[in-house]
T-cell receptor, first 114, second 116 residues
Framework: DAKTTQPPSMDCAEGRAANLPCNHS???????VYWYRQIHSQGPQYIIHGLKNNETNEMASLIITEDRKSSTLILPHATLRDTAVYYC???????????????FGTGTLLAVQP | GAVVSQHPSWVICKSGTSVKIECRSL??????MFWYRQFPKQSLMLMATSNEGSKATYEQGVEKDKFLINHASLTLSTLTVTSAHPEDSSFYIC????????????FGPGTRLLVL
């Protein structure tokens, strides 16, 4: 799986958009970009994923650059409850079984400030 | 949505004893589950892939005789930490995906193990 690079920490003001970058310059053509987050002392939670098009769901938006070497997760209106470690993960398509495993990097600790 | 539970949520044990942690998929069947370990201020480290009805697949460096995994049914995987020592104290998390792939892995809430 391709390696990802994320800043170790970021701050964001409550109510403002949080933009979390991820670099994945060695991504392969069939690899997806996934984002998970982990609130302190809890299991990780799926946020969003994409291949090359921008994606949006009720939690966040994912912007993938045209060359797919980097992406940005956007939380449009951050709240205190969004304080967590955010993990960007790149992996090939999964078809069930062991192909579903996730390899976590170090992630970005997002601290939403009141 | 799919829910994964773990039991217990925390456990304290004496050094040398064995501890069993359960991971259950509550509303779906999971032929494969994954076990992770997380030390304080570190990321999740994949320990093993639990396969229903067959042997688990362990990641490099993980002792299979120390971390026994059993996946006897489509909704339950267990991780037993045998002869636990203080260095095994950690946060253990399991995950499962919907059959046939699907978009996401669903994670349990984690089990915090403290070995005295």
């Amino acid at each position: 799986d391709a390696k990802t690079t994320q800043p170790p920490s970021m701050d964001c003001a409550e109510g403002r958009a949080a933009n979390l970058p991820c670099n994945h310059s060695t991504i392969s053509g069939n690899e997806y970009v996934y984002w998970y987050r982990q609130i302190h002392s809890q299991g990780p939670q799926y946020i969003i994923h994409g291949l090359k098009n921008n994606e949006t769901n009720e939690m966040a938006s994912l912007i993938i650059t045209e060359d797919r070497k980097s992406s940005t997760l956007i939380l449009p209106h951050a709240t205190l409850r969004d304080t967590a470690v955010y993990y960007c993960i790149v992996r090939p398509p999964h078809f069930g079984g062991a192909t579903n495993k996730l390899i976590f990097g170090t992630g970005t600790l997002l601290a939403v400030q009141p | 949505g799919a829910v994964v539970s773990q039991h217990p949520s925390w456990v304290i044990c004496k050094s040398g004893t064995s501890v069993k942690i359960e991971c259950r998929s509550l509303d779906f069947q999971a032929t494969t589950m994954f076990w992770y370990r997380q030390f304080p201020k570190q990321s999740l480290m994949l320990m093993a892939t639990s396969n229903e009805g067959s042997k688990a697949t362990y990641e490099q460096g993980v002792e299979k005789d120390k971390f026994l995994i059993n996946h006897a049914s489509l909704t339950l995987s267990t991780l037993t930490v045998t002869s636990a020592h203080p260095e095994d104290s950690s946060f253990y998390i399991c995950s499962a995906g919907l059959p046939g792939g699907g978009e996401t892995q669903y994670f349990g809430p984690g089990t915090r193990l403290l070995v005295l």
